[in-house]
DNA sequence: TGATATTAGTTTAATCATTGAACTATTCAC
DNA sequence: GTGAATAGTTCAATGATTAAACTAATATCA
């Protein structure tokens, strides 16, 4: 297609998502100091609302080779920050659960990404930031289903 | 503050852009193939909107250290796709531009990424798509001031 | 003018993230 | 009960990142 103005769109899109990303990861990584990664962070997210998941859903969600979830988790778990249990019935896999320290240390970081994204998303009026964020979840949607499409083919 | 209407904004948006950015990421690198990091499609793109901009420009603008920039820089002139020149009256300065090489691979990645995002973006109606836009655009101008303002103190 | 500051960029050592391939251990299927 | 599939790990290689030390060039100003 040749449409000049979806091409103008396609533009825009591709440059602000690329600086927005760029910016906010770099915002949050200043707020996680020295405490966790941001992809740490992602993962204690992750794993503090489905508490007791697979490595294999973990790289499922990520989008990444289960190997690199390895590596993340066996990191954070030598810190004490993550637990490993073997499933008895089926010796292959293995549960994720915080430890105390995981939960509190997510807790501490969370509550600094929140002060932050709060600051930012009040410069917004209501309506605004939320047809934004209704947007940006039926992108996430559509984003998903490209990806199960792709494995589908 | 205390206002769950506003907890409830912060958490769906914390979750949807870091659903959307993995996402995201993914699809392109799948487009991208072994040609190019996601990394290195962004510093391409940068370089030939910007071409002859400096290291220091482009770690400002990819918020991370000047050898991270060295780095990324140099293995895409080992492969012949950046040029580096050292600028003649100050000679500590280093200008960086495109090689044809570098030129053609990032169109051929350019038309890949833009037709995924066509076939994102035509999912959504003219206008939600634009004010979805117009909003991102202005979250990155003050994730940008942010930036700013912590220099600044 | 000349000593000192600053600036642009690189190098180095260390760490984290990622992949693909080979591997272990377990369970499933027939 | 043997062979295929599944969950997860290990290993080797590569890329991205930082902080600190460094080189070389330019700016400052006494």
């Known amino acids: 297609m040749n449409n000049p103005l979806i091409q103008d769109l396609i533009d825009r899109y591709v440059n602000v998502s690329f600086q927005v990303h760029k910016k906010a990861e770099s915002l949050i990584k ?8 941001n992809d740490q962070h992602y993962v204690l997210s ?15 969600a990520f989008d990444v080779n289960k190997s690199a979830i390895t590596a993340i988790i066996s990191r954070m778990a030598d810190r004490g920050l993550i ?55 039926k992108l996430a949607q559509i984003l998903d289903n490209k990806k199960k499409d792709e494995l589908g083919e």
């Open 30 to 37: 200043a707020e996680l100091g020295n405490d966790l990664t």
């Open 46 to 60: 992750y794993i503090r609302k489905a508490s007791g998941c697979t490595s294999t859903e973990l790289a499922d």
């Open 83 to 137: 637990e490993r249990t073997r499933d008895v019935n089926d010796r292959r896999v293995v549960y994720l659960t915080l430890t105390g320290a995981g939960e509190e240390l997510f807790r501490a970081c969370q509550e600094k990404v929140h002060q932050l994204v709060e600051s930012i998303i009040t410069k917004f009026d209501e309506t605004e930031i939320t047809t934004f964020i209704n947007t940006y979840e």
